[in-house]
């Protein structure tokens, strides 16, 4: 049975999507700003910003190209196994970058 959309469902799903880029886009900020040199700052999270916004771009780019040379179900389990690897990668580098971890007492 197909859920007949309504204004609240809308409202709610549009409030979801917002929360959750804010997110994403104030963690890549902030991980910016705490990488980034004193000396030289602006440009470097000018930078910063142009590969987040090349990922922005890429990604829907990126994934209609899978779905259409593989099937629909590669590409929807796709992004989830790209996430995947990331944080695996994000685990391997953290330290080795320096972004800042938990501190035991």
């Known amino acids: ?3 007949k959309p309504d204004l609240a469902g809308m ?4 409030a979801v999507m917002a929360f959750g880029n804010g997110l994403g886009a104030g963690v890549n900020m902030t991980i910016g700003a705490d990488l980034s040199p004193a000396v030289g700052r602006p440009r470097f999270l000018g930078i910063w910003a142009i590969f987040n916004n090349g990922g922005k ?3 829907p ?3 209609s ?3 259409t040379v ?3 179900r590669f590409g929807v389990l796709f ?3 790209l996430a995947f690897l990331g944080a695996v990668w994000i685990l391997i580098w ?3 970058v320096g972004l800042p971890g938990r501190r035991r007492p």
């Not at 409202?11 to 549009?14: K, N, P, S, T």
């Open 79 to 81: 992004p989830g196994l």
């Open 61 to 63: 780019t990126l994934l």
């Open 57 to 59: 771009l890429g990604g």
């Open 11 to 14: 409202v709610i799903a549009a």
């Open 94 to 96: 953290a330290r080795q």
């Open 65 to 67: 190209l899978i779905i």
């Open 1 to 3: 049975m197909v859920a």
């Open 70 to 72: 593989t099937t629909l």
